[in-house]
């Protein structure tokens, strides 16, 4: 991966350009009619103006609720927890993304740690996502940064504790703006992971600040509060900007965000 830093970070930002060029330049019904699209199918994208929808509309917000939780958890977090396995390390680390979409956060977890220096070799990444067009771009936005590429094209309840073993000591597991579903069942997937660990296992779980997304990553951590010392939350505002419908133009606006981060290990 002889890429620099800054080629890494264009990366992202150059998927949100184009799909956000693209998605612009259509007249605003049909933006609005795709739009009207995405949550009624739990995000499940069936085309790619669904794909180039999503990310020219959530993918700077997804970005930037994670950033700053990636700074925490391979920061103080770490620290505080005394995570011995992830401090001056070389060693492999794998990562899972659950309902991935397009390898968004798995992306940005590999563009943090190059920009921050921060020297981890996340080396195995397993996807997981129900629309087969959108964990190919999964599959095709993380193929620079992860030598080890699984997919699982699948919903969450067709997915066995066999398929999430990973190959590595450390293991970072990624549920970003899924947990929040009204179609998971979120017990169900957590006691599905559970007696596949093995190692040190870091969980990111991260979606908008609404009662759905705060019950459903509540009822998730819940699964593992007995085996876990201390649960993180994050409750607060992330700086965005990004291309909205209503006025036709980039904006700078808030977007709440609900987190919660643990270790198990
Ligand atoms: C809001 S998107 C989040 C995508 C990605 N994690 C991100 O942060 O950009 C929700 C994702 O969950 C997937 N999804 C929906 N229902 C699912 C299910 N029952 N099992 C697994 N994934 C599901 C959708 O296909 C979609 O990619």
């Given at each position: 991966?002889?890429?620099?830093a ?9 998927i ?10 259509l007249p ?7 739009y ?6 739990h ?8 794909l180039?929808?999503y ?8 970005f ?74 999964a ?6 940064y ?19 073993h ?17 179609n ?17 296992n ?8 609404f ?11 819940d ?5 876990v ?37």
């Open positions: 991966m002889n890429v620099s800054n080629n890494h970070l264009a990366s992202f930002a150059q949100v350009k184009n799909s956000t060029q693209r998605f612009a330049a605003a019904h049909v933006q609005w009619d795709i009207s699209t995405l949550k009624p199918n995000y499940i994208c069936q085309n790619e103006s669904q180039m929808a990310n020219a509309l959530f993918a700077n917000q997804h930037a609720k994670l950033i700053d939780l990636f700074d925490f958890v391979f920061g103080r977090f770490i620290e505080i927890e005394q995570i011995n396995a992830l401090q001056n390390t070389t060693q492999p680390i794998s990562v899972i993304d659950y309902g991935c979409g397009q390898g968004l956060a798995s992306m940005v977890l590999q563009e943090f740690n190059r920009e921050r220096q921060l020297g981890y070799q996340f080396e195995e990444v397993i996807l997981i996502e129900p629309s087969a067009l959108a964990l190919k771009e599959v095709k936005n993380n193929s620079l992860y030598t080890n590429i699984k997919q699982y094209c699948r919903k969450f309840d067709q997915i066995t504790a066999d398929d999430l990973t190959k590595h000591q450390v293991t970072i597991h990624l549920l970003s703006n899924v947990l929040d579903l009204p998971i069942d979120v017990t169900a997937l957590a006691s599905c992971i559970k007696p596949s660990l093995s190692g040190v870091i969980f990111v779980c991260c979606s908008p600040n009662s759905n997304a705060v019950n459903g990553i509540k009822r998730f951590c699964v593992f509060d007995n085996d010392e201390n649960m993180y939350y994050h409750k607060d505002y992330c700086d965005v900007e990004s291309f909205e419908m209503r006025s036709q133009r980039l904006c700078k606006y808030r977007v709440p965000r609900y987190a919660k981060m643990f270790v198990m290990q």
